[in-house]
């Protein structure tokens, strides 16, 4: 058989999908031209994998529950030079993404983070807030980095982002790309990005309780001491004129 190759300009948008049938068709037409939607299924029962597939995704299925584990196996199954992350719930557009891969191309950063804006105060809520807040402070002090969210619209390259060896399979995930990152002197940027109002209930910070959870699994891997010897990544600038 012959190998599937695909061309360096493409990219992967990696969507860990729990019951999010309502939100998919949102989400999936807002993926940009040219690009790929690898929606990981982790555990459905609403029927999201068949309509993902049906509205020209590619489906990955993760049995292990957990945020992480489902955006670790989308990582893997990705092909593209660069993989996105974004949200499955409609409460960001991936278009928003186009910048962020962008801003990667040209060489100036390698991680770009969006930092959620809520248009409403129903798009995030207060005890969410404080938890993001919280862990954000406790982010700077350990990177250094200025950051001010740990949100999941993000852009980085595959081979990088591999080599992180993200062990995380909860909610940790996110925060430890970030911390590893940026024990390996990454450059990491961050841009507002409008958050909307999620479709569906939050598996996550929907409740006090999910986000205490949330709290528990971050605070563990900021207490984990730095993986190894770090040694920034390097890219040379994709020439302008090369398509998104």
Not at 97 to 121: I, K, S, T
Not at 150 to 158: D, I
Not at 199 to 222: I, P, Y
């Amino acid at each position: 058989m012959k190998a599937v190759t695909t061309p360096p300009q493409a990219v992967d948008v990696v969507l860990p999908c729990l019951n999010e049938a309502e939100a998919l068709p949102w989400v999936l037409e807002r993926i940009p031209p040219g690009w790929r939607a690898l929606v990981v299924d982790n555990g459905s029962t609403d029927g999201s994998a068949a309509l993902a597939r049906r509205l020209g995704a590619e489906v990955v299925h993760e049995p292990r529950r957990g945020f992480g584990a489902a955006c670790q196996a989308g990582l893997v199954a990705a092909r593209a030079d660069i993989v996105c992350f974004c949200d499955c719930d409609a409460s960001l557009d991936p278009a928003l993404l186009v910048p962020f891969v962008r801003e990667l191309r040209e060489g100036a950063a390698d991680l770009v983070l969006g930092r959620r804006r809520p248009v409403h105060r129903s798009a995030w809520p207060v005890h969410a807030r404080v938890g993001n807040r919280v862990l954000a402070g406790m982010v700077r002090r350990r990177t250094g980095l200025a950051l001010h969210d740990l949100g999941p619209l993000r852009a980085g390259r595959r081979a990088e982002l591999l080599a992180l060896d993200l062990a995380d399979r909860r909610s940790g995930y996110p925060l430890q790309m970030v911390v590893r990152a940026a024990d390996a002197a990454w450059r990491v940027t961050e841009h507002d990005v409008p958050y909307l109002p999620r479709t569906g209930a939050s598996k996550v910070t929907g409740t006090w309780r999910g986000t205490w959870h949330a709290v528990r699994d971050m605070r563990r891997v900021l207490s984990e001491p730095p993986v190894g010897a770090a040694t920034p990544v390097q890219h040379t600038p994709v020439q302008e004129g090369r398509p998104l």
